[in-house]
């Protein structure tokens, strides 16, 4: 939604030269790929037209194209690949086309292109002569209201491509309706006291012979729309024009890489107009690229300054108290009193604090007299910050975090790292492994808005970082640091690096966790009967785990609850020439029974096994009997509803045959249980089966009710952290 503080930027963006930035294109990554097209943005994701198979449905083509009808979808806007999209609403999922559409800044009206023809006359659609209109619903707490029809559609012309006004008081869409300048033009119609004003075409120089067609009015009154006119690269082609003294002014098409030899249209974007997305067939297939208006970055780096939240406090005069029982006293204003005439202190975050100094009574605590007062304000300096540790050791993931930055002047729409190693990446927060060791500099850059000029602007800090050699203790190379003192003078001294290999492992010994030693990690799945575990095997028993969060198998050897337990198996291990293995922590597992699942608050889902005892199978067979798949319902229903967990799969068996036997069972019965999960509509990505046999007992195999309680399956389920998601900041939208 639009901040009300920032309304006059709008004005001071459409005064900037377009010569003052470029543009930066790339896909949207939305997978799998569909003939996706006309892309329009709400709150922060994007909605758009599609045409795309859907299971189970009764297929209607275009008669011209034979392609399936358009339906609304919806991603989450974000520079990462991989996007999923699903169906916008089902109120607008119909046997017709539907969409492209429009919404108001607030989200709760659109207006949408629909066939204007009903069900029972689809013969039309077949025959390719149904007309299409626009459509009205408005957001309750219930839902999408019903659909209210624009009273100017007609059997006769198309009324297509609506954009609203911010406040949904215009509308502008595309017509074929008579009276027009040639082809398809742009016509508009106001709202006044709920009814809609007989269409007109547009003023000034906007419509012409060739096809003018999905329009895009921004916030700040910028028309952005796509023509086939001549002057452009392409086919269709996005143009913007500005509405200057009743009319709108000539059209000016954007450039490349906006504008290609393909066809481009659909443009809209986010509240500054800086950010945003529009569609191109310029790949051979209409698909949705996201873009970026932006200048030349990683110039003018400053070295990153800290942050000095330490004062000290001098009483201005002192009075002589005598033998009397009072005492000077500041009153630091965060609830911190300290004694004596000067004082030093260092505050833990910026802020106004009402300092005083005060005479009290000792034995009473009461105030005597008040000396003095004013109020103290810290303010952090006015810079990117980046917040990562001073060194790493070499192979190890380091988080790089930008949400610290001060700058209360840029509007922030953008976040660029370099690396120091030739790697760059882009996001407020990122990860990375360096491979050797040495000192990098690492760079943030972060572009946005002036909030006085309405351009845009870019800051970059810098930041060493030391990497270490994992395999080389450093316990007597000393490293240089600074810091500074409470008066701002800078001291310098060398301190020596000790050896902490993994961070995680601050967790106090025995408490809600324990320790593995993890041999490796692997990308794909590995047979325990690999020669790489001959040995090793014969002294301890390999687990097999998945890590969603690396999205790797991991092959680990031990349990213990203190690192003391440990360390023989370790040196164990060394020898026996595994040299990258590590400690790792474990994390506490809530173990809940299949019934508990739907009790379970979301936020407690990660590190939650779901145990189902009473998944059953034939004996010797990898079949699910149908009476317990109305049991898995509820596991179904949370994938559904939050499509961003993983679900790992676990099937164990009882000790009862062979290993290589059971292991295999194992398998098929979590590949079983993956095809049930499909069969529901749980995309297959989102399941990782693990057959691990009679490796992970939990009960005594030499009685039958301990084998019972054996055969079981484990689900463990996934959610990812903000801290792990390596993507742009949404930018604040308008639509």
């Not at 377009?18 to 003939?35: A, C, F, H």
């Not at 103290?376 to 990117?384: K, S």
């Not at 050896?499 to 794909?524: R, W």
């Amino acid at each position: 939604m639009i901040r009300q503080g920032h309304m006059a930027v709008f004005a001071l963006i459409a005064q900037c030269a377009v010569g003052q930035w470029t543009y930066e294109v790339i896909p949207s990554g939305i997978r799998p790929g569909g003939d996706d097209y006309a892309p329009v943005i709400l709150d922060s994701s994007i909605v758009f037209c599609s045409m795309r198979e859907r299971p189970g449905i009764v297929r209607i083509e275009q008669a011209d194209t034979h392609k399936p009808l358009s339906d609304l979808y919806r991603v989450h806007y974000s520079t990462e690949a991989g996007l999923d999209p699903e169906l916008f609403d089902e109120r607008f999922t119909t046997d017709l086309n539907d969409g492209p559409a429009s919404f108001t800044g607030d989200g709760r009206s659109i207006c949408f292109t629909r066939n204007t023809a009903a069900p029972a006359n689809l013969n039309k659609l077949r025959k390719g002569n149904g007309s299409l209109g626009l459509f009205f619903s408005e957001k309750t707490a219930q839902g999408w209201s019903e659909t209210v029809a624009f009273p100017y559609n007609s059997e006769e012309y198309d009324i297509v491509h609506p954009a609203f006004s911010e406040d949904g008081s215009l509308l502008i869409f595309a017509s074929n309706m008579p009276d027009g300048a040639g082809g398809m033009d742009l016509f508009s119609s106001e709202r006044k006291g709920g009814t809609w004003s007989a269409p007109e075409k547009l003023r000034g120089l906007v419509n012409g012979p060739d096809n003018e067609v999905f329009p895009f009015l921004h916030a700040n009154g910028t028309l952005y729309f796509a023509s086939s006119r001549p002057g452009g690269p392409g086919g269709l082609d996005i143009y913007r024009t500005e509405f200057v003294d009743g009319s709108w002014s000539e059209p000016e098409v954007l450039p490349e890489p906006i504008n290609s030899t393909g066809n481009d249209l659909g443009y809209t974007s986010f509240f500054t107009d800086i950010s945003g997305a529009f569609s191109s067939d310029r790949s051979g297939r209409d698909e949705i690229y996201l873009f970026t208006k932006n200048i030349p970055r990683f110039v003018d780096a400053k070295m990153q300054e800290e942050n000095n939240y330490c004062y000290r406090f001098e009483a201005p005069r002192v009075q002589d108290l005598g033998d009397l029982p009072l005492n000077y006293r500041w009153d630091l204003g965060n609830g911190e009193k300290l004694t004596g005439t000067k004082v030093n202190y260092c505050y833990e975050t910026p802020g106004a604090y009402h300092v005083r100094l005060q005479v009290v009574d000792t034995i009473t605590q009461a105030v005597f007299f008040q000396e003095a007062e004013y109020v103290l304000n810290i303010e952090n300096i006015h810079q990117p910050y980046i917040r990562m540790p001073d060194s790493v050791r070499t192979g190890k993931w380091v988080s790089m975090d930008g949400t610290s930055t001060y700058l209360p002047d840029l509007y922030v729409e953008d976040m660029r790292w370099d690396l120091g190693d030739g790697a760059l990446a882009r996001g407020n927060k990122v990860e990375h492994r360096f491979s050797k060791e040495g000192t990098y500099t690492v760079k943030l850059d972060v572009m946005g808005v002036d909030l006085g000029t309405g351009e845009l602007k870019a800051h970059c800090v810098t930041k060493d970082i030391h990497v270490l050699d994992r395999f080389r203790d450093m316990e007597d190379d000393a490293v240089l640091a600074s810091y500074q003192d409470a008066t701002g003078v800078t001291h310098e001294f060398e301190y020596r690096i000790l050896p902490h290999d993994e961070m995680s492992l601050a967790i106090k010994q025995g408490e809600d966790a324990s320790f593995t030693i993890e041999l490796f990690a692997s990308k794909e799945r590995m047979s325990l009967d690999d020669p790489v575990f001959a040995e090793i095997r014969k002294h301890y028993p390999v687990i097999e785990r998945y890590d969603p969060v690396r999205g790797t198998y991991t092959y680990s050897v031990g349990e213990a609850k203190t690192l003391a337990e440990m360390y023989e198996i370790y040196q164990k291990v060394k020898e026996l020439q595994f040299l990258d293995a590590e400690m790792m922590a474990l994390d506490l597992e809530n173990v809940i029974d299949l019934s508990q699942l739907a009790s379970t608050r979301v936020e407690d889902l990660n590190n939650t096994v779901v145990r189902a005892s009473t998944v059953f199978f034939r004996s010797n067979e990898s079949t699910i009997d149908p009476a317990f798949e109305p049991s898995l319902k509820d596991l179904i229903d949370l994938m559904a509803m939050y499509p961003d967990i993983r679900l790992v799969i676990e099937a164990h068996t009882d000790s009862k045959g062979t290993e290589q036997y059971n292991r295999s069972l194992s398998d098929r019965r979590a590949q079983a249980l993956v095809q049930h999960f499909e069969e529901q509509g749980v995309a297959a990505e989102r399941l990782i089966p693990l057959g691990l046999g009679e490796d992970r007992p939990i009960s005594d195999n030499r009685t039958a009710e301990g084998r019972g309680r054996n055969r079981r399956v484990e689900f463990r389920l996934s959610r990812p952290q903000e801290e792990q998601a390596l993507q742009l900041r949404d930018p604040i939208p308008t639509r």
